[in-house]
């Protein structure tokens, strides 16, 4: 059956298939070593909320390239766009020329920003580009030397985003020494706590760090430039700041005069069924970074600052291919796409699928934690919930059981499975989706 008739997974061979098995192994044997592979996914077409592999076997993808095809594979008002700018003009370096798009997109992402005011935005063509340019900037308009950020979080891998990113160890090792200047306070982790215990009092522990230890120990407030945060830890296992942390750490930033920085990389441009994450907090940051769901899959990243923020010199900064024509039509019609739906159904699809794990803490003894907004949905599994003790070895099993059923699942921090689909999965999709996982985990249960 082809995969535009198909709304869920349709398996016909033993995964990974003969023709999965041999690209498997070419990669193997040229492919930087580097990468962190799953499971055997080939990926050949895809369509909305579905993959087929080089097989003939068509998954239910709620990996989406990790959060970056907002829109689903391939969506028709997405390639048309990419089509139609393709055979136009391909590329012309926006640091150099003018183009209509890199206008339109600055306008457009200056609209739906969570800023007041008069907004600027730079081009690049990654999440780790858009954190390094906000870094820089973060600098240059304070004139002040230090930035701060938190354990767990995640913000990209060039060497200045490395030095923010405290995700594994496993991503800074030997790459040291890394940016001077950098620090890191604790993440207010509401199931675990700031220090991993006292959970209720995770955000008031985090702040209570900043002022009494950080401010008074590490660095004076005055030389620090910025705050950056993921408003939800994507990478560090889909878990979102309280609220009420996000505020504190928003007026400790006005008391001090540092800019406060969300990284929106994976939780902006919809996701979790508002434009941006730190929305749900109310609080207003003086730069965003965004990134993967923008363009639907092609190269971008941008950060959004207030204009009264963003003011580099000419030649300060700029990226010769950041903001490519293509990619940016691709963006505009990513957005639209969120706007005509895509953006309400994610907070629909959001609601349902939170409903339907209502009861999985109880259901599933490995269940420690059910947490997100949105489509950005995280599932801490734990080897006890009353120690907490984590069971990454489950995680990874699950990942590889809901494989074989044909769903498409990512794992997130240590031992977290991030689900994480295209806006624009439906109700029949989001219940397989569920269905399968539950069944996983009984299944897996039942062997412990
Ligand atoms: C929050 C966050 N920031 C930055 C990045 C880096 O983005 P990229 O991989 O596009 O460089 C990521 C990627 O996972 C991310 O999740």
Same mark, same amino acid.
């Given at each position: 059956m082809h995969i535009a008739e198909l709304k869920l997974p349709h398996l /016909?061979? =033993?995964? =990974? *298939?003969p023709k999965a098995q041999q690209i498997v192994e070419r990669d193997h044997r040229v492919v930087s070593p580097s990468y962190t592979r799953d499971y055997p996914l080939v990926a050949r077409t895809g369509r909305g909320a579905l993959v087929e592999d080089v097989d003939g076997n068509t998954f239910l993808d709620f990996a989406a390239g990790i959060a970056v095809v907002a829109t689903g594979h391939c969506h028709p008002q997405v390639v048309a766009a990419i089509q139609k700018q393709a055979a136009e003009l391909i590329h012309m370096s926006g640091t150099d020329f003018y183009y209509e798009g890199m206008a339109a997109l600055a306008e457009k992402l200056a609209e739906i920003a969570p800023l007041t005011g008069p907004k600027r935005v730079y081009f690049g063509n990654s999440g780790t580009e858009a954190v390094e340019a906000a870094m820089k900037l973060a600098r240059y308009h304070t004139g002040r030397p230090n930035l701060i950020a938190f354990h767990g979080c995640f913000h990209g891998r060039t060497m200045g985003a490395l030095s923010l990113t405290a995700s594994k160890s496993v991503q800074r090792k030997k790459f040291g020494p890394l940016l001077a200047g950098v620090f890191h306070a604790p993440y207010p982790n509401s199931y675990r706590g700031a220090y991993g215990v006292r959970s209720e009092h995770a955000a008031a522990d985090a702040l209570a760090y900043i002022e009494n230890e950080l401010f008074k120990r590490i660095t004076d407030p005055q030389d620090v430039a910025a705050f950056f945060i993921e408003p939800i830890q994507g990478e560090g296992g889909y878990l979102p700041a309280p609220a009420e942390f996000l505020q504190g750490l928003e007026r400790l930033c006005r008391t001090h005069g540092i800019l406060l920085v969300v990284d929106e990389v994976q939780s902006g441009m919809g996701r979790t069924g508002k434009w941006w994450a730190s929305e749900y907090a109310g609080i207003e940051p003086d730069m965003v970074c965004t990134a993967k *769901? /923008?363009?639907?899959?092609l190269p971008l990243g941008a950060v959004i600052a207030k204009a009264e923020v963003m003011d580099w010199k000419p030649g300060a900064h700029a990226s010769t291919f950041g903001g490519n024509p293509v990619a940016i039509a691709a963006s505009l019609a990513t957005i639209n796409v969120l706007e005509q739906g895509a953006l309400a159904n994610a907070a629909r699809m959001g609601e349902f699928i939170f409903g339907q794990m209502a009861g999985w803490r109880e259901r599933h003894r490995t269940v420690g934690d059910v947490r997100g907004k949105g489509l950005m949905i995280g599932i801490e599994l734990v080897r006890d919930q009353k120690t907490k003790e984590k069971a990454p070895e489950l995680r990874n099993r699950i990942l590889e059981m809901a494989f074989h059923r044909g769903l498409l699942i990512l794992g997130a921090g240590e031992n977290s499975l991030r689900l994480a689909p295209p806006l624009i999965i439906d109700e029949e999709q989001a219940a397989f989706a569920v269905r399968t996982l539950d069944a996983c985990l009984s299944e897996a249960e039942r062997g412990l």
């Open positions: /016909i061979t =033993p995964l =990974p *298939g *769901g /923008i363009a639907s899959g």
